[in-house]
């Protein structure tokens, strides 16, 4: 009967096994998550499916830079992952258009926007985000095969006064 029993319990083990280092794997190093909705267009197109690599090392010592693009927690929906680029870290100043004003961003968080500013509800919305809600930083798209390739870092100009 134990022998019956024992290829089984190989796959089983290798199934468990598995599962847990692919999970540890995307909770510590990087996963991959699908674009939805049309803020970070022409970057990222939800009218493609797209799916993104993101890069979770950078949570560490919170090693972001300006013009990253990032995935956080919605400050409005805990179980909802957003898409934006990081516009300001911590201390720099930031010129909001649409308010015809200037902030300074407090320290411990960020100011996010999505590059189409139409479709894009974000820090000019919502306000600074807390670098404690961050998830990681998109690096590349990995689907579909055609968008295969390196996101870039891009700033607006003469729109931030860093530290």
């Keep these: 009967m134990a022998r019956a029993f ?3 319990w190989l796959t ?10 692919g999970r540890t ?3 510590w190093s990087a996963s991959v998550i699908t674009v939805d909705g049309g803020s970070m267009y022409p ?11 993101v890069e979770k090392r950078c949570l560490y010592r919170y090693d972001f830079s300006r013009g ?18 990081l516009i300001a870290l911590p201390g720099d100043w930031i010129q909001v258009p649409e308010k015809q004003e200037i902030r300074q961003i407090p320290q411990g968080h960020c100011w996010v926007e999505g590059d189409n500013a139409a479709l894009s509800l974000d820090s000019r919305t919502y306000g600074p985000v807390p670098l404690g809600l961050m998830q990681g ?3 590349h798209v990995v689907w579909p095969p ?11 100009e003469g729109r931030i006064m860093p530290l």
Excluded at 12 to 21: I, S
Excluded at 68 to 85: A, G, I, Q
């Design 25 to 27: 794997f995307a909770d």
């Design 68 to 85: 990253d693009v990032v995935v956080f927690k919605s400050p409005r929906n805990h179980r909802e992952l957003v898409v934006k680029r």
């Design 146 to 156: 055609h968008r295969i390739g390196r996101v870039d870092r891009k700033m607006p």
């Design 43 to 53: 970057i990222l197109d939800d009218q493609q499916s797209e799916r993104a690599l």
């Design 137 to 139: 930083r998109v690096t």
């Design 12 to 21: 089983v083990k290798a199934v468990v096994t598995g599962t847990l280092l």
């Design 6 to 8: 024992g290829p089984l």
